[in-house]
């Protein structure tokens, strides 16, 4: 029995609803996803000192994650995507091992590298044991095999399970034509190092075939969600059918940035949900050179052009993209970052080691195993995401469908901020991102989103401020940090800010930890208490 821990409503639902392990969209869309990429999130034995070679396995395991879920679950998030789960092809090519888990050999295997079947039983298990869900990427554009780059490849088809041959497969042609989605979807990705037989996707049997697999691999195995590989590399038809047969909400990876391409997968309910790589670009661009006008400009095209944003998952970092941090190190661009992609509209997804600021660049750099961290709960942006986890969660509980599923209201944007309010009044998150960096000057702004008297908290600063006559507070900016706003009343359910200091301008020499004391008395507010004094 599992349900999403937070809304009461939707737990109490699915406690009638029984048996049903699955989850559904409206259950997703309240979720916060932390996404692992097994191989290299933990190995069963704990160990950390065997160098990992970025191509080749580096034997992290189910058993491993399973042993450091409470590393997870204390950051705030509700839901763990994986790697796929099958068998992949064995060795080493010129692009490397498997240890990824895209290179399909047999939908009917467990993948053995990751662990046994049991294992991956006991996985989904432990994850429902604590209300959270489980996502498991699936791949069915391609199989996968060796390949010497002659082409056209020859391929072994007996081989493979259960598309045991040559006739459920696309005839071999190199994906050239990226804007003509004939060329894209039935030609065959990347031909180097491995052949990606590319899956017929069109063939009425192939469909049925695909769909008895995936109603079999989510009631083995328990899954509550999942991430369709390269869905933009299959036809359209076969999508809709293929959610449908899985009986649980999907992420479809749609990879681009332009907005008709991604949003006609929504309204011609082809998806539920996809990544966000609309507000990707401009998120990235907006912390290197670029402007917050253009997150909020896309946002704006996003919400007219796809019919369900919150059902798309906000992210900043993925295994397929360069790190954040290997483009501009700095902490509080990261941190802004981070506070965006837990509090848009949408489901937020963090890509393991991006709460440890991990920095590698393209694939496979940006896949460092996350053992080198020690699992350093202490790190900022762990610390960070734990709050804005926990703010959000907190706003789900009170707010409900109305937190996770009312549009964000822009109060404010320039070339350097992004203001936004997002759920309805009583569960109101107010935020703030800009871009100026840790060397950012200090100054103050005026935000609304409160009403007069409110008694409000800043939560990553723990201060504390009265709403003016019109319902704003003042915000006092510096060092690049960005702000977060509740009530006191709505913090109080989140165990966070037990201390608080009034807000006030930040003195430039004061230590960080200072920084908020700077202008007022320090108070220490036992915030339960304070909340019926206030109330
Ligand atoms: C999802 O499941 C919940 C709980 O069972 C139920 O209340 C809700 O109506 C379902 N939503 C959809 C869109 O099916
Ligand atoms: C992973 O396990 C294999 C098989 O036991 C072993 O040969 C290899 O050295 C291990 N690699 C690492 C990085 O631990
Ligand atoms: C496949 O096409 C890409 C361009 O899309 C090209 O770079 C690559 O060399 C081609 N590979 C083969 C094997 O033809
Ligand atoms: C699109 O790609 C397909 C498959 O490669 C090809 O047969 C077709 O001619 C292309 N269409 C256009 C308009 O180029
Ligand atoms: C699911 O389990 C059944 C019973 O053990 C087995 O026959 C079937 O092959 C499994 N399917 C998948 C996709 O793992
Ligand atoms: C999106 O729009 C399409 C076409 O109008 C409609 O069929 C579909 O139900 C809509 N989906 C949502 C989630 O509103
Ligand atoms: C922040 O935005 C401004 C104005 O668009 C831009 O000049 C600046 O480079 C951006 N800062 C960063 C760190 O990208
Ligand atoms: C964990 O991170 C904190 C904050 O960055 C740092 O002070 C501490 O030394 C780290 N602990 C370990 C064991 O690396
Ligand atoms: C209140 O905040 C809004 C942004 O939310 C801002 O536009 C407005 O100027 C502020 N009002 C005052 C009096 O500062
Ligand atoms: C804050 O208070 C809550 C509830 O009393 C407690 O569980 C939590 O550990 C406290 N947090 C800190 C950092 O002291």
Redesign the pocket.
Known sequence: MRAGSLNVAAAAAIAFAGLSSAANITEWKSQSIYQVMIDRFARTDGSTTATCEPYLFCNGSWTGLINNLDYIQNMGFTAVQISPVVKNMEGETAVGEAYHGYWTQDDYAINEHFGTADDLKNLAAELHKRNMLLMVDVVVNNFAQAFNNIVPPKVDYSVFNPFNDEKYFHPY?NVT?WD?A??YQ??WLYPYGVALADVDTNSPTVVTMMQTWIKELVSNYSIDGLRIDAAKHVNDAFLPQFVEASGVFAFGEVLTGVVTDMCRYQTLNLLPGMPNYLEYYPLNSAFNGGSMTDIANMRNEAATGCNDTFALGTFVENHDMPRFASVNPDMALAKNAMTYVILNDGIPTVYQGQEQHFSGNGTPFNREPLWTSGYNTSAPLYVYAATLNKLRNNAIKLGGSSYVETPSDQLFVDVNHLCLKKGPYGSQVVYCINNKSSNGPSYTMSIGGFQPGDNVVEALGCTTSTADATGNVTMYMGAGEPKVYVTAKMIAGTGLCNTTTVAGPIKKSAAASLQGMAGGVLMAVVIGLATLFLA
């Open positions: 042609c034509e003509n004939t060329n039935d030609c």
